[in-house]
């Protein structure tokens, strides 16, 4: 496989990846925008909130990494021996 072709092969598999972490980063600046228009509250309440997101935010990570890691081990195994076979 030429250069060419390999890097737009992995620019098609980044494309989604970029769209998620731009998505994970547009909910942490709605959020912040909408703790900061909420003046009432005390600074403590709304470091409270963001950190709630990040929290959330890293366990989506966690879950994430976790499910591939099974894949990994499930799917790999199945895939060699296929491709063995018909080639």
């Given at each position: 496989?030429?250069?060419?072709?390999?890097?737009?092969?992995?620019?098609?598999?980044?494309?989604?990846?970029?769209?998620?972490?731009?998505?994970?980063?547009?909910?942490?600046?709605?959020?912040?925008?909408?703790?900061?228009?909420?003046?009432?509250?005390?600074?403590?309440?709304?470091?409270?909130?963001?950190?709630?997101?990040?929290?959330?935010?890293?366990?989506?990570?966690?879950?994430?990494?976790?499910?591939?890691?099974?894949?990994?081990?499930?799917?790999?195994p199945l895939?060699?021996?296929?491709?063995?076979?018909?080639h």
């Amino acid at each position: 496989m030429q250069l060419k072709q390999h890097l737009i092969n992995t620019t098609r598999l980044a494309i989604p990846l970029i769209i998620s972490q731009i998505g994970h980063i547009f909910t942490g600046v709605v959020d912040t925008i909408f703790l900061g228009k909420l003046g009432a509250i005390s600074t403590t309440t709304q470091a409270a909130g963001v950190l709630a997101n990040q929290m959330l935010i890293l366990l989506n990570g966690i879950l994430a990494m976790e499910l591939k890691i099974i894949q990994l081990i499930l799917f790999t195994p199945l895939i060699t021996m296929a491709f063995i076979m018909y080639h």
